[in-house]
């Protein structure tokens, strides 16, 4: 089941929440919605489930147009961070009730339920009330109680928002393998970036209530489609210049630029990656700019520093793995000379 989301917009009162959202999610696979809070995701997830309908645009489920389709008739299973399992039931009575309110016979209900609590790996808690489980093991319980009537759709709106960072982990891992096992066409909502890049097949990143980009993890990872994305994706460093005859400028640091050859300057910004940055302990011939380290945090696989330019006024983060850190004896204090393996730069629009 493939769901379309063609054009769709959404003003809540002169607000824009959504203003040409297109997106495609093939069947069987799971698609996050990345973006900051506020860019619109939880309202696409809502128009996407039928809780809310859209002012322009369709949805598609499969080649059916489900725009204007209640929510009942779209079976779809829900997911949301603040988990509602009802207090007084078991963990069992919580899974089989979507079943008995769709009047399923005792035996498969009995059948169903084992199923699932086999596949969330909570069969020896079918007795236990939500009050008797972990919060990570609530959640698992609300997914199984999404699944249980096998939808067509599965949705989850921040599922792990709530819980802490090594739940988290764990259970992203968990989701995935289970994704893996079932493919129930899945959206993912979240507003944290590893989350999504380490659960989905592809992900789509929301800001202002449009799509700045689509694609899998690893295409926006290594060609960011623009300076939000840039931006967005974190562990960045960011130099305001401009472009002319070729060249990027950031004061007396230069580098090419052929996209613009021409001879009116137009500002532009470079990005360079904490990892995309190395530290030399002498200049060698490449373009370098000579700072002063401030800071090393030696504890994780690389090492991160802190090197102050004092030319540009700016402080680098960069990551140096553990063997250049040894190699270079790096120490706060030092001068070292920064360069760029790899260097974006993003050209503004023209403002007239
Ligand atoms: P996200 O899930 O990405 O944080 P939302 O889709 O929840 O974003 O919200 C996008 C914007 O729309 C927010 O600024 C929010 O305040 C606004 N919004 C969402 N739902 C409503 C509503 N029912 N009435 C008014 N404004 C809303
Ligand atoms: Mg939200």
Known sequence: MSITVKQ????????????HVSLEVAGGSLVALLGPSGSGKTTLLRIIAGLEVPDAGTVLYQDEDVTEAAVKDRNVGFVFQHYALFRHMTV????????RVRRWPRKRVKERVGELLRLIQ???????????????????V???RALAPEPKVLLLDEPFGALDAKVRQDLRQWLRRLHDEIHVTSVFV?????????VADRVVIMNHGHVEQTGTPREIFERPANPFVMDFLGNVNVF????????MKVGSFEVDYPAHPHDEPRPATAFVRSHELELLAKRNGRPSLEGKVVH?????????????????GVVLNVDVTRDRYAE??????????????DVRVYVQDYII
């Open 240 to 247: 305001h210049g401009h472009v002319v005859r070729g060249r």
């Open 92 to 99: 069992f009575e919580n899974v089989a009730f979507g079943l």
């Open 296 to 312: 090393v945090s030696p504890a994780g696989p690389v090492v991160r520093a802190r090197v102050f330019a004092a030319d540009f």
């Open 122 to 140: 909570l069969d020896g808690l079918a007795g236990s009330y939500p009050s008797q489980l972990s919060g990570g093991q609530r959640q698992r």
């Open 328 to 341: 270079l004896g790096l120490e706060v204090g030092d001068t070292v000379y920064v360069a760029a393996r």
């Open 8 to 19: 769709v917009s959404k003003s809540f009162g002169s607000f824009r929440a959504l203003e």
């Open 190 to 198: 979240t507003h944290d970036q590893e989350e999504a890049f380490e």
């Open 142 to 144: 609300a997914l199984a």
